[in-house]
């Protein structure tokens, strides 16, 4: 059964996060097999908490248990760094 996360960020530093982290993560992303199915700007919270004029992300992965092993893997707990500092980031998982 499918996986996807729910990403939504609140970018401090566009530039330093679209050279270094945004390429590294898509890599590490396509490697572990998940794809992207949404990637946008200029968010609007419509209710509840959320990053107003920030990004959303949503990744599909084949399972659960791929998507964990990226989330967990040695590989992006490297390129998580790289968005230190620089961006607040929510993430969730869900399956099907």
Not at 38 to 61: D, N
Request: no cysteine; proline share 3%.
């Amino acid at each position: 059964m499918s996986a996807w996360f729910i990403i939504t960020t609140k970018v401090h530093d566009k530039v330093a996060f679209t050279a270094r982290y945004s390429p590294a993560v898509a890599e590490l992303t396509a490697k572990f097999g998940g794809q992207y199915l949404v990637r946008g700007r200029k968010g609007l919270v419509l209710e509840g908490t959320g990053y107003e004029g920030g990004g959303a992300v949503v990744i599909e992965w084949p399972d659960a248990e791929t998507a964990l092993r990226f989330w967990n893997s040695p590989e992006y707990a490297e390129v998580k760094k790289l968005r230190e500092g620089i961006a607040d980031v929510s993430v969730t998982m869900i399956e099907d």
